[in-house]
């Protein structure tokens, strides 16, 4: 923990160091304390609403700086626009009819003329 996030101090309560206890934050937003003496005591006052709003009642300073709800940015400058989204390329027409088979004369070419529709 930094000291920007430190809340206050109280006395350690196991090894009676004054101000020994630093009051911090946890992870859901309320009150925790470490002993930075010898002893290397915990407190975790969270957990249950009636201790927390004892400690705080207490310790109001202990409160803290709740965070602050995300807020939505927006955009109020009309001169920097997103730049334009690319187009698509046109579609190809339809595919290239195909050539033409050429009409073979002779009579052995009934059965292939059959097959092509000719």
Not at 96 to 106: D, Q, S
Request: charged share 25%; net charge positive.
């Amino acid at each position: 923990m930094s000291k920007r996030d430190e809340l206050g101090r109280i006395d350690c309560p196991t090894c009676g160091l004054a101000a020994g206890m630093r009051i911090t934050q946890d992870k859901n937003g309320e009150p925790f304390g470490f002993c930075d003496g010898g002893c290397n005591q915990q407190i975790r006052i969270g957990g249950s609403s009636y201790r927390v709003k004892q400690f705080l009642t207490r310790y109001p300073w202990a409160a803290g700086v709740q965070a602050a709800p995300a807020v939505p940015v927006t955009v109020t400058d009309t001169a920097e626009k997103a730049p334009p989204k690319p187009t698509k390329p046109p579609k190809p027409d339809a595919a290239p009819e195909p050539l033409p088979i050429p009409k073979r004369k002779g009579t052995g070419n009934a059965l292939l003329d059959l097959i092509q529709g000719i």
